[in-house]
């Protein structure tokens, strides 16, 4: 009989909806991964979302996050905070998308140390990164 070894990669938790809390323990993941999401949320959301990430990350857990770079173009949209769109039009009618500078990662992101962060070929942000342990859990 096989068994899998006892992993985090064991389990997957898939999360829709809302994602400002979970219905997860503190620190039950070893990676959280989040491809084109938390962009749809103005600021004080956004640092709700990654405030949870953090929450169910274990000790120098993984964390790949993914949003896009540029506002998309030719969309009717209005700005509604610094950085922070609402299409007038189209099927995003109505949903924030917030546009990251490279600068907000990194204070966003402080609980994480930030490995990477690059432009994929389309034009997508990819960070990665692992959570910060304060020094008297090393």
């Known amino acids: 009989e096989h068994q899998a070894p006892p992993t985090a990669w064991n389990t997957v938790f898939q999360q829709e909806g809302k994602v400002f809390t979970t219905p997860h323990e503190d620190m039950p993941f070893d990676a959280v991964v989040s491809i084109q999401v938390i962009h749809h949320a103005r600021t004080a959301e956004i640092q709700q979302i990654i405030a949870e990430m953090?929450?169910?990350?274990?000790?120098?857990?993984?964390?790949?996050?993914?949003?896009?770079?540029?506002?998309?173009?030719?969309?009717?949209?209005?700005?509604?905070?610094?950085?922070?769109?609402?299409?007038?039009?189209?099927?995003?009618?109505?949903?924030?998308?917030?546009?990251?500078?490279?600068?907000?990662?990194?204070t966003l992101f402080q609980a994480f140390t930030l490995t990477d962060i690059h432009l994929d070929s389309t034009q997508h942000y990819c960070v990665w990164g692992r959570k910060r342990v304060p020094s008297s859990e090393d």
């Open 54 to 106: 953090t929450r169910v990350l274990r000790p120098h857990g993984a964390l790949l996050v993914s949003m896009p770079k540029e506002k998309h173009r030719g969309e009717a949209r209005r700005e509604i905070e610094a950085g922070t769109y609402v299409p007038l039009d189209g099927p995003e009618r109505g949903l924030p998308h917030h546009y990251f500078t490279e600068d907000e990662f990194q």
